[in-house]
């Protein structure tokens, strides 16, 4: 007999996402995502002046306000055949590689870690022995018998007084909590480590970018920070190493706490390399580009269908551009009949009512909409990036890769290929790897900026205007944000926007079934499988859905123009 299980809010994630699953003999047989809040931006674009847009759109999202205004004016650019100068490339790239460390950070330690860790467990922990264990495994400098004992102090304090504050309510003591005090005190210590160092990223977007979130130095073009190194009021030399500093700190921290916490906790949970894959169709972009014109990238991206790679090339690539439609059959919008290319994109709102529980999915259960690359699903972040740039033979993802089957292997006592990397402890290992990747260069693109000032070049912006002035022009701006692959698409009618529309990382990897009911979406297909020791504390569900980081707010992101209320949804 199959069991329902509902998981509404899933929390520890951004925005409002319910999870249901049919679970029978402690398996789950099938599972349906749905985001239930409405809210969004595309609608209140149509009609406004193409170089504002990204101001508009990193509203989409509170979390990663930066990557959608960094796919905006990408798009715009890409619509007009817009260079952008080598300045304004390497502070969009220092921007995004800092924005991705600080959230890739918080994800594992802040959202995810305490799936796996039990924080309880920890006060039982010998200090020394913790010490000892976190020696072998990196040289990072506060991992001392006495910062240790002084985490564990901290934490019995917290248990005396009965106030478990950020740690109320998870899932301690549950079965399927395995890992030994002494890692368990050491994955805590570095979580709160871990909020001192999330911020100290995020400083490195406030100062390029005036404050952060909503960073305010961009132009369709180029950016806006002047650069004069003796000027106390522009980008001058104080600046950058201050940025310097930070991106040193931050680095630090991503290969000696992060990289190797992820090593000792995957290798400890080697048994879930078996569960999680979902979709296997991987889909990523390049990143970080190296030229004005985003022909050359120092992070590859592409696709792997049936486990054939392609390449996909510069900013509005045709293989990428042709491939993408988005479909509304089972989402609450009004469903055109087939599914629809983003440039022809549609977004009416058309809600059919809530799913009560207990009773079987409804024909539209989602304000997720479903994106499908040449028909198929294909799961997008950092697993889809770091399989991607392996097979690409990326020297720098081979390198940390290797580095994290190898450690993770030693703890399990096994050996680890690849392979293991599609399941749901392998995307958090793979993120870790990404991380490690971008922290080596979030340093070069500061190299890179310092040279290229130091050449003399001063240029930060190639005006818009002489070409968008009149004409149509359709664009599409891609952008590889710590999710995975986002999209803007935009349709320029006589200099105002015809048509916006954002095809998001979320919206890839929560959307809902497409063609019929065999047609899941990856967190679905991805829990498929998974095993339930208790259906009434659904911690390995929670484990595998948050292992993707699921960002609701900027899956759904379409507003009513008018601002009116077009539904009420009551989030339990
Ligand atoms: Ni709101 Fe986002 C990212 C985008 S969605 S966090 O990264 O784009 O997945
Ligand atoms: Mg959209």
């Known amino acids: 007999m199959s069991q329902r299980v509902t998981i509404d809010p899933v929390t520890r994630i951004e925005g409002h996402l319910r999870i249901d699953l049919e679970v029978e003999g402690n398996k789950v047989k099938n599972a349906w995502s749905s985001g239930t809040m409405w809210r969004g931006i595309e609608t209140i674009l149509q009609g406004r002046d193409p170089r504002e847009a990204w101001i508009f759109a990193q509203r989409i999202c509170g979390v990663c ?37 600080h959230d890739h950070i918080v994800h594992f330690y802040h959202l995810s870690a305490l799936d796996w860790v039990d924080v309880t467990s920890a006060l039982k922990a010998d200090p020394a022995a913790a010490s000892k264990l976190a020696e072998s495994l990196s040289p990072w400098k506060h991992n001392s018998t006495r910062d240790l004992a002084a985490v564990k102090e901290k934490l019995a304090g917290f248990v005396a007084g009965g106030q478990l504050g950020i740690f109320q309510n998870g899932y301690w003591g549950h079965p399927a909590m395995r890992l030994p005090p002494e890692v368990n005190l050491l994955a805590v210590s570095h979580y709160l480590q871990a909020l001192e160092y999330q911020r100290k990223a995020l400083q490195v977007v406030a100062i390029l970018g005036s404050k952060t979130p909503n960073i305010q130095n961009l132009a369709v073009g180029g950016v806006a920070n002047a650069i004069n190194l003796d000027n ?36 400890l949970y080697a048994e879930w390399t078996k569960y999680g894959a979902g979709v296997t169709d991987y889909l990523s972009v390049p990143e970080l580009p190296l030229d004005t014109k985003g022909t050359k990238f120092d992070m590859p991206g592409g696709t792997i269908i049936a486990g054939q790679t392609k390449p996909i090339g510069g900013f509005g690539d045709a293989y990428f551009r042709d491939g993408v439609t988005e479909s509304s059959k089972y989402a609450y919008y009004a469903d055109s009949g087939s599914p629809l290319h983003p440039w022809k994109g549609e977004t009416k709102p058309h809600y059919t009512g809530d799913w009560k529980a207990e009773t079987p999915a409804p024909d539209k259960y989602t ?52 392979a293991v990397l599609e399941s749901t402890v392998g995307r958090i290992a793979a993120r870790a ?54 999209s803007h698409w935009t349709v320029i009618k006589n200099g105002k926007l015809a048509n916006y529309q954002a095809v998001v990382p979320s919206t890839w990897n929560a959307g ?47 507003v009513d123009g008018e601002g009116q209320e077009i539904a009420r949804v009551k989030v339990l």
């Open 65 to 101: 306000t930066t990557v959608h205004a960094m796919a905006s004016v990408r798009s715009v650019e890409n619509a007009l055949d817009l260079e952008v100068p080598m300045n304004a490339q390497y502070i969009r790239n220092i921007i995004v590689a800092a924005h991705c460390l």
């Open 232 to 267: 106390p009021a522009t980008l001058n030399m104080q600046k950058l190493y201050q940025v310097k500093e930070l991106l040193d700190e931050v680095s630090a921290f991503v290969q000696q706490a992060y990289f190797p916490d992820v090593a000792a906790v995957g290798g």
């Open 367 to 418: 304000w997720v909409k479903a994106p499908r690359f040449n028909g198929k699903p294909m799961q997008v972040g950092p697993l889809a990036q770091v399989m991607y740039a392996l097979k690409a033979g990326d020297p720098l993802t081979t390198k940390y890769a290797t580095a994290m089957l190898n450690t993770a292997g030693a703890v399990a006592k096994t050996k680890l290929t690849p």
């Open 433 to 486: 790897i990404r991380a490690a990747v971008m922290s080596e260069l979030a340093q070069k693109h500061w190299k890179l900026l310092v040279e290229n000032i130091g050449k003399g070049d001063t240029t930060i912006f190639n005006d818009p205007m002489p070409k968008l002035a009149k004409g149509e022009y359709q664009g599409v701006g891609f952008h590889e944000a710590p999710r995975g692959t986002l």
């Open 512 to 558: 809902p079934r497409a063609k019929d009911d065999k047609d899941l979406g990856p967190y679905e297909k991805s829990l498929v499988g998974n095993p339930i020791a208790d259906p009434k504390k659904p911690l390995e569900a929670l484990r595998t859905v948050h292992s993707f980081d699921p960002c609701l707010a900027c899956a759904i992101h379409t």
